[in-house]
């Protein structure tokens, strides 16, 4: 899938959910909550349940937070109400970011990202300004060292994946978002242990960047974003060069 990021990004991701748990857990807990409010509480139904479901259970989220998420959402239970935001903006470089929301208040969001975006040498664009530079597909990361791209392949293109590629010690399957969830399934029924599952924003083209710190610039704006409480995914369409070493390596 050209202008995927492929590795490098999906390493990033990994190593920021890693390291806060109770942050992606309480991610997750919005999502089914807002996905269960907009389709109901049966996951047999409504894909979108079922894939957050998917996605906290892949986290080891304990079966009694997800059930009080989705009925929250039905609303069994008391919560909060929920609004979807997308926000678009620059990064250093002129790379193009993407952040989706799930806030129950507005000022607070658009302010907390804004700031963010400024501060750290970045700025807010308008609706529309760098979304047509992106498309929603489903993306399935594999560890080559436990699973073979051959194997994977052979699998995935079987279940109806529109895409397989390969770099840096990690398979991608790439679906699409209707799609995904039957995909999913499929190869984990097959044996496939997936290490990351999302339904994603892939841009079409990448911007490449060279150097070193301006890149460092652009993983720390979209790290400082993932960190907000409200902001449950960024994309980019930043493209890191296979020698780029992080200072911190």
């Not at 079966?63 to 069994?76: F, P, Q, S």
């Not at 000022?107 to 700025?123: E, I, M, W």
């Not at 109806?160 to 209707?178: C, H, K, L, Q, R």
Request: aromatic residues 4%; negative net charge; charged residues 30%.
């Amino acid at each position: 899938m050209a202008g995927h990021s492929k590795w490098a990004n999906i390493k990033h991701r990994k190593g920021v959910a890693d390291a806060k748990k109770g942050q992606v857990f309480s991610k997750l807990i919005k999502e089914i909550t807002v996905s269960a409010k907009m389709g109901g509480g049966d996951p047999e139904t409504n894909a979108r349940l079922r894939t957050a479901i998917l996605k906290a259970r892949s986290e080891n989220m304990p079966k009694d937070n997800i059930e009080r998420a989705i009925k929250k959402g039905t609303g069994e239970a008391d919560g909060s109400v929920y609004y979807e935001l997308t926000y678009e903006g620059y990064a250093p470089g002129g790379v193009a970011i993407i952040i989706d929301t799930l806030t129950d208040n507005k000022n607070r969001t658009a302010a907390d990202v804004r700031s963010t975006l400024t501060k750290l040498g970045g700025s807010l664009g308008t609706t529309g300004s760098v979304s047509y530079m992106f498309q929603t597909k489903g993306v399935i990361s594999y560890d080559e060292e436990v699973h073979s791209e051959d194997d994977i392949l052979e699998a995935a293109l079987e279940l109806g994946a529109e895409d397989i590629s390969s770099g840096g010690g990690i398979v991608e399957v790439i679906t699409e978002p209707g799609d995904f969830v039957t995909i999913l399934e499929g190869l984990q029924a097959a044996g496939f242990k997936e290490s990351t599952a999302d339904i994603t924003k892939i841009a079409d083209t990448t911007v490449t960047v060279e150097d070193n710190d301006r890149i460092r610039k652009v993983l720390r704006i979209i790290e400082r974003l993932e960190e907000l409480d409200d902001v449950q995914q960024v994309s980019s369409n930043l493209d890191i060069p296979d020698d780029y070493e992080d200072e911190e390596e």
